[in-house]
């Protein structure tokens, strides 16, 4: 690679363990030797060809029907080999859930799609797998979730959805419509942080594979998620998020690292007396303690070490509603 700025060799041809070909698709923020990088195209017409098939994309969303079973869907999505390049909290008004829905207008159920789907929270994602668009229809099963339950009890709307219309999950039709959800889903500005007795959580890069595990402990203890979201951190961002640790930790600069080495997903967290119950739930900084003192912590479980942690979380009770600011009103694009 050459540093076109500096006009020199960047890097050599090597090895780097901590790239794997997983991580590179069209779109992705890779960091090399704490350099960041986006993916924009691929080298040449061979190696498209090749990729192109096992990297197709596909709009996923959970319905506002299926808020408590977020968590255990992710997890799913995650233990059938899709990638979840992009994660959003939306709550749809009427005009853009017709928007999303355009493809059945004038159908005798559209309003109440569209009535349903602006009733309440939605959470969309793009997922990247062989065969996205087949493979996850196959997995969520027939829209009639009473047909679910008898054609394809294995699905996801044989398990969680209630009826033909309150079928927890969408999928898209093709791959140009995978497209244009995407497109639309990610550009749709706002979110739904609250700002309000509130607390932060990032899940580092490191615990991703693990983010339907952690989001459904969260809710199961009682915690509402308010507002959630992906996000790419660069350095000047990691650094300014973690400056109150700066000079206090010792592995500051490792953590910053690591937070800047691929994509996070920040929630806002509720309840009362947030930020000191949120601690509660992730337990002690470092791993190790935890599992000895708090096993059943998400740090405990989850976490390899004192920077590869698991997840961030609001430390000063002063702090929980800074914190959610800042990713959902300075970072957050849209
Ligand atoms: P799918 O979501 O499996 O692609 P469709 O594209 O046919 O199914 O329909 C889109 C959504 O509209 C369904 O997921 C469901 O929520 C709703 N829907 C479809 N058919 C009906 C129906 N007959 N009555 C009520 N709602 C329906
Ligand atoms: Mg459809």
């Not at 004038?106 to 969309?124: A, E, R, T």
């Not at 500005?189 to 509130?198: E, K």
């Not at 951190?233 to 800047?260: C, M, Q, R, W």
Request: charged share 25%.
């Amino acid at each position: 690679m050459y540093d076109l700025k500096n006009r020199r060799i960047f890097l050599k041809r090597s090895q780097y363990p901590n790239l794997t070909l997983e991580d590179l698709y069209l779109g992705a923020a890779i960091s090399i030797y704490s350099r960041q990088l986006k993916v924009v195209e691929y080298g040449d017409n061979f190696t498209k060809s090749h990729f192109e098939n096992q990297r197709e994309r596909t709009f996923a969303m959970i319905k506002p029907d299926c808020y408590n079973h977020i968590g255990k869907i992710i997890d799913r999505i995650i233990q059938e080999g899709f990638k979840i390049t992009n994660i959003k909290m939306h709550r749809f008004t009427v005009n853009q859930a017709r928007q999303l829905y355009s493809e059945h207008d004038g159908k005798q159920f559209f309003q109440d799609l569209v009535n349903f789907i602006s009733s309440d929270i939605s959470v969309g994602m793009e997922l990247i797998a062989g065969n996205a668009i087949s493979k996850w229809k196959d997995i969520i099963g027939p829209a009639n979730s009473h047909t679910a339950r008898v054609d394809a009890p294995q699905s996801i709307r044989a398990a969680y959805g209630s009826d033909g219309a309150r079928n927890a999950v969408h999928g898209s039709e093709s791959a140009d419509r995978a497209a244009r959800e995407i497109d639309y889903f990610f550009s749709l500005p706002g979110n739904t942080a609250t700002y309000s007795n509130c607390t932060c959580c990032v899940i580092k890069p490191h615990a991703l594979t693990n983010a339907g595990r952690i989001i459904d402990m969260i809710i199961s203890e009682g915690f509402e998620i308010s507002a959630l979201q992906m996000f790419n951190l660069d350095k000047p961002n990691a650094e300014e998020f973690l400056d109150v640790y700066k000079g206090v930790l010792p592995e500051f600069s490792g953590i910053v690292e690591h937070f800047t080495s691929g994509p996070c997903i920040a929630m806002e967290i509720r309840q009362e007396n947030p930020v000191e119950s949120f601690r509660e739930i992730c337990g002690p900084l470092d791993p190790d303690v935890a599992r000895s003192s708090k096993p059943r912590s998400i740090r405990a479980i989850f976490g390899i070490d004192r920077i590869q942690n698991a997840v961030h979380c609001t430390d000063l009770p002063e702090d929980g509603l800074m914190e959610s600011e800042y990713f959902f009103r300075i970072l957050s694009k849209n």
